[in-house]
């Protein structure tokens, strides 16, 4: 069964693009949410979309939206991008058939750089 | 919102001794606390968790306890060896709602 798969791996933006991330989930999954990871900050909830629907939202600007595909693909778009939006974003999925079976699965992120 | 609250930061112990990290959480209707490991270079990949309606659970070298009354859990590893060294996170959440990490702690077992 194949992981997780983000794509690219590395992205280098200068500031003031738009940039948008890409994540297959494991077949089958339905969920699928939105990390970033700083060294000073850790991992940061951004969303987590479930059947095409946005779920949850964590604390970040407009700038930051995400979308999911019928096949429950997903995409995280930045736009306007600033310096301090250098990070790993990561993207994980989970079956979430049931309460109790929502153990997530991570890619190995996109390494975003802006300069 | 949820909190999660992990010490220490930073850890080194000699191969062989165990190796224990504490989180604390806010929101008494966190139910879900995973706990990742994360090696360079790689996403996190869980190790262990455990739900809210057990209080222990292990398994070979790693066990994770939870105090729901006081409000936080821990990561213990026994026998540690070299390939343990990495970034340890743990996390809680409730039901479908959003995972709360902690800040990480950076295990160190030196041969």
């Known amino acids: 069964k194949a992981g997780v798969t983000q794509t690219p791996r590395y992205l280098i933006k200068t500031r003031g693009q738009q940039v948008t991330l890409s994540c297959s989930p494991i077949?089958?999954?339905?969920?699928v949410s939105w990390y970033q990871q700083t060294p000073g900050q850790g991992l940061q909830f951004l969303f987590e979309?479930?059947?095409?629907?946005?779920?949850n939202k964590g604390n970040f600007p407009g700038r930051f939206s995400g979308r999911q595909f019928s096949n429950s693909r997903s995409e995280m778009n930045v736009s306007t991008l600033e310096l301090g939006d250098s990070a790993l974003y990561l993207c994980?999925?989970?079956?979430?058939?049931?309460?109790?079976?929502?153990?997530?699965?991570f890619g190995q992120g996109t390494r975003l750089t802006v300069v | 919102g949820e909190n999660v609250e992990q010490h220490p930061s930073t850890l080194s112990v000699q191969e062989g001794d165990s190796a224990v990290i504490k989180c604390t959480y806010s929101?008494?209707?966190?139910?879900?606390f995973p706990w990742y490991k994360q090696e360079l270079g790689k996403g996190p990949q869980l190790i262990i968790d455990?739900?809210?309606?057990?209080g222990e659970k292990k398994d070979q070298r790693i066990a994770v306890t939870l105090n729901k009354t006081a409000k936080h859990f821990s990561l213990h590893i026994t026998e540690t060896q070299p390939e343990d060294s990495a970034v340890y996170f743990c996390?809680?959440?409730?039901?479908?709602?959003?995972?709360?990490f902690g800040i990480g702690t950076k295990l160190q077992v030196i041969p």
């Open positions: 994980a999925s989970s079956l979430e058939d049931s309460p109790l079976n929502t153990e997530a699965f």
């Open positions: 077949s089958g999954h339905r969920s």
């Open positions: 979309y479930f059947s095409e629907t946005q779920r």
């Open positions: 929101d008494s209707a966190s139910n879900y």
């Open positions: 455990i739900r809210s309606n057990v």
């Open positions: 996390a809680a959440s409730r039901g479908y709602q959003k995972v709360t």
